[in-house]
């Protein structure tokens, strides 16, 4: 599985990024520039802004343009554990439509264990508690 996770991360696909914030000081923006800086394409989902990093923000995974959602292969989740299993159902009803879609990843302090389950079953290669940004700066260069 780590070697298809790798593999996602080589073709710097569309990443949603659910739980990102505005503010440059917390990590989730410092994760999203990074893999932006890195050739991703981000695609913000907070329903507090309208913008962030120069991309559109999404209120929800669900409210994501239907082209656009066919373009990302990673949700990444910064949102409390009690808040990820209604991430992680809209995730499965995206990937309903969206056979790019292969990656639900928790980072650290987002980890859900009822949400890797479902995650699981409905196809997805899940990550818990690791950082993408982490994950990626280690294996860039076998890229």
């Not at 554990?81 to 995730?91: G, H, Q, S, W």
Request: hydrophobic share 45%; glycine share 4%; net charge positive.
């Amino acid at each position: 599985m780590v070697s298809e996770i790798l593999k996602v991360l080589s073709r710097k696909p569309a990443v949603a990024i659910v739980g990102l914030s505005r503010n440059p000081e917390k990590y989730s923006y410092k994760v999203a520039m990074y893999l932006k800086e890195n050739g991703f394409k981000i695609v913000p989902v907070n329903p507090n802004a309208k913008e962030i990093l120069n991309e559109n923000s999404y209120e929800s995974l669900l409210k994501i343009p239907l082209e656009l959602q066919k373009e990302i292969e990673i949700i990444d989740v910064f949102r409390p554990p009690e808040a990820v299993l209604e991430v992680v159902e809209e995730a499965v009803k995206l990937k309903e439509k969206n056979d790019n879609l292969k990656v639900f990843w928790m980072q650290p302090g987002a980890v859900n264990e009822k949400a890797k389950e479902i995650a699981e079953k409905a196809g997805f290669k899940v990550i818990a508690g690791a950082c993408i940004m982490a994950v990626h700066k280690k294996f860039k260069d076998k890229f």
